[in-house]
């Protein structure tokens, strides 16, 4: 296949215009990471016991980059651009003036790392400390957009400090003793590890349909974080949406905008914001309850759920890629309208995530427009 001399252009408004240069991540290297106050992983049938870490395995890195690869492929053989991050090595240890941490995670998932809105690529915060220097791995692309595309703007949030005043204090030890009372009390309250010290967001929890961007009160996006964003887009509107989840990390296995006018939601994450559901009727939209997933839990080693059925690409509004196991996703997709690409993917979730979350858009055709010219005052 020849390269793709495609002009670099960055420009993405939505989650669904034609899809023209993408950035699709890679397996090399990836951690379970070293416990750090964010996150602890607790994985003893696979040699990963609270307080351990290490490189994920040798073989199933292999099978990663093999099915990342073939979707580049897949990608490129529909006349997309698609460029790869650079991998550093994530066993380091990093640290600031604040803090030291045993080890960084990897570069699977682009998404989590890079917003894109208009001319715009903003690096996100990002709120694990074993996340904090992940940026770097595509300093090396945007150096290149930003030689290439005199428009293109290049922003990257403020660096947060991630002391022990970032988390709540003893957070995992208390959330293990709660009872299942308190666990619900806790998700309706959005109690989750980070405190408001300072404003924390990975641009995965966020969800772009021109004027309207949507973002997810999650474990790793504090107010803070969407106060920044409402700030920083400020001809934007900017909807902050939760849901019912013990685990709420990144919007994009829960609610998923499709293309204009459908929406797909997550069948077992209720949403809890008020007037969510009722703003998306005055619109116009329909809201689809998405298929019975391939697994009932989570795939091994990966702190990514079964919902990652969910976790799709569109190519545009009529084409989606979907991770080729998910049978029932498929035939949904195949119901509402959707030309479905297949895509081998399990192997990647270990990884950080699936397809959306494997991608960073780099250009979509397409320009900023108003899909929800009803609004609803506090929503
Ligand atoms: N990074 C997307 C994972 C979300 C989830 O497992 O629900």
């Not at 215009?17 to 699709?24: C, G, T």
């Not at 066993?91 to 941490?101: E, M, R, S």
């Not at 208009?118 to 400390?129: D, F, K, P, Q, V």
């Amino acid at each position: 296949m020849t390269a793709n001399t495609q002009k670099t252009v960055v420009n993405s408004w939505n989650e669904w215009d034609p899809l023209k240069h993408v950035i699709v991540g890679r397996a090399d290297g990836t951690m379970i990471q070293a416990p750090e106050p964010a996150i602890e992983r607790d994985w003893p049938d696979h040699g990963f016991p609270l307080g351990t870490y290490g490189l994920l395995p040798k073989e199933m890195e292999e099978k990663a980059n093999e099915q990342l690869d073939n979707f580049a492929k897949i990608l490129e053989s529909r006349g997309l651009r698609v460029d790869r991050p650079t991998p550093l090595d994530f066993k380091q240890v990093v640290q600031t003036p604040d803090w030291k941490q045993k080890t960084m995670f990897g570069c699977m998932p682009p998404r989590d790392v890079l917003l894109t809105v208009g001319n715009e690529i903003l690096e996100a915060t990002m709120s694990y400390r074993s996340r904090w220097y992940e940026y770097l791995c595509y300093r090396p692309l945007l150096e290149q957009y930003f030689k290439e595309d005199p428009n293109f703007k290049w922003e990257a949030a403020p660096k947060p400090r991630l002391t022990e005043h970032t988390y709540k204090k003893d957070y995992w030890r208390k959330w293990e003793k709660m009872s299942e009372e308190e666990k619900d009390q806790a998700i309706h309250n959005r109690d989750w590890v980070l405190t408001e010290k300072e404003p924390c967001f990975d641009a995965a929890d966020i969800s772009r349909a021109g004027k309207d961007i949507f973002v997810y009160h999650s474990s790793v996006t504090n107010k803070g974080g969407i106060d920044w964003l409402r700030r920083h887009f400020s001809s934007h509107r900017i909807h902050v949406i939760w849901f019912y989840e013990t685990n709420p990390i990144h919007i994009d296995a829960t609610f998923v905008l499709l293309r204009p006018g459908l929406a797909l939601s997550n069948r077992k994450r209720k949403p809890l914001a008020p007037g969510m559901i009722e703003f998306f009727k005055k619109n116009d939209w329909e809201i689809a309850e998405c298929a019975e997933p391939a697994l009932d839990g989570y795939p091994p080693l990966s702190f990514c759920s079964q919902w990652l059925s969910m976790n799709t690409l569109m190519l545009d509004t009529k084409t989606i890629c979907v991770d080729a196991q998910e049978i029932k996703q498929m035939e949904q997709f195949d119901k509402l309208g959707f030309e479905v690409i297949p895509v081998p993917f399990a192997d990647v979730s270990a990884f950080g995530g699936g397809l959306h979350c494997a991608t960073a858009d780099v250009n979509r055709q397409g320009d900023c427009e108003d899909y929800f010219p009803k609004q609803i005052e506090g929503f």
